[in-house]
């Protein structure tokens, strides 16, 4: 079915999924139809329901049989960092929030699997969580919870400034040292604007 290789494809982009943010991603009314159809796909061999942190709720992902869907060829899935679980969840929350606060659709939203993916190979480069265009400017997004060495951190800063238009930071608080460095940082790049993640959850602006 079409809805089940949408699920494939954004499991696939997003580096983790719990059943709440595919529910969104893939627009189930609600989350026990989408828990139906999610029991199925690991029935039939296709993503798997893994709990890797405790008090955190399973996280999806997709099986080699799966990858051939979205790839072509059966790979195996990206490897799930336990140290970066909670800022992945997070970048899922923000894509949702973005998609029903602001009107940006999930199809126009590029995550940084997909960036990364348009690089090809060679050396690695700093990609923003995701990004998406809006009023003919083109928005990185990126979710900074634990401070970073300040040298990468504004370098990181500099690289979506050269690149974008516009860079949102998702942060745990504004009176963080995170916040603290991008308002330094402001005054050199006004292209600057900060959320807290907590506005992010509750679904405030």
């Keep these: 079915m079409e809805r089940d290789k949408r699920i494939i494809r954004e499991i696939d982009r997003w580096r983790v999924l ?48 799966a990858t051939k869907v979205v790839n072509g060829v059966r790979v195996a899935s990206p490897k799930i960092r336990t140290d970066q679980i909670m800022h992945d969840i997070a970048v899922a929350e ?50 900074e919870l634990n401070l970073k060495a300040k040298k990468r951190f504004e370098k990181n800063i500099l690289d979506n400034f050269e690149r974008y238009d516009k860079q949102i930071w998702i942060v745990p608080s504004l009176k963080s040292k995170i916040a603290k460095i991008l308002q330094e940082n402001s005054t050199i790049y006004p292209d600057i604007e900060m959320l807290e993640l907590s506005n992010i959850q509750n679904g405030e602006e």
């Design 18 to 65: 719990q059943g709440k943010h595919i529910k969104e991603l893939t627009g189930f009314k609600g989350q026990r139809a989408c828990d139906r159809r999610l029991r199925k796909l690991i029935e039939a061999g296709y993503i798997k329901r893994e709990k890797i942190l405790y008090g955190v709720a399973g996280i999806y992902r997709n099986s080699k049989k």
């Design 94 to 143: 923000t894509a949702i929030f973005f998609n029903k606060e602001y009107g940006i659709e999930f199809d126009e939203m590029t995550t940084e699997i997909e960036l990364h993916r348009e690089d090809g190979f060679g050396v690695r480069k700093h990609r923003p969580d995701f990004i998406f265009e809006k009023d003919g400017k083109t928005i990185c997004v990126e979710i």
